[in-house]
Nanobody, 117 residues
């Protein structure tokens, strides 16, 4: 079992920055990948950024060059540094973890990010 709790969301002006955190607890050593997803009102949930246990990263085209995903070596904290935020980044951001053995997926409860002047 893995528990995920996000924090760090809030209201920010366009061009501003936020750093999201995801505190993970439970059985962490089998986590293969940890991701950030987001869901805007009326839209499907989409992958924002992913990082594997070895540190390989992947980003959605819409956030490349602006967002950076990182994690602690113990996999107990996942981060998303968001710079040059745009109104279209407004969404609820979710932390996600995939465990290979036994196969399971886990989600956090989400944290709201609002980019507005």
């Amino acid at each position: 079992q893995v528990q995920l709790v996000e924090s760090g969301g809030g209201l920010v002006q366009p061009g501003g920055s936020l750093r999201l955190s995801c505190a993970a607890s439970g059985t962490l050593f089998n986590i293969v990948t940890m991701d950030w997803y987001r869901q805007a009102p009326g839209k499907q949930r989409e992958l924002v950024a992913a990082i594997t246990s070895s540190g390989m990263t992947n980003y959605a085209d819409s956030v490349k060059g602006r967002f950076t995903i990182s994690k602690t070596n113990a996999k107990d904290t996942l981060y998303l540094q968001m710079n040059n935020l745009k109104p279209e980044d407004t969404a609820v951001y979710y932390c996600y973890a995939f465990v290979a053995v036994p196969r399971a997926t886990y989600w956090g409860q989400g944290t709201q990010v609002t980019v507005s002047s």
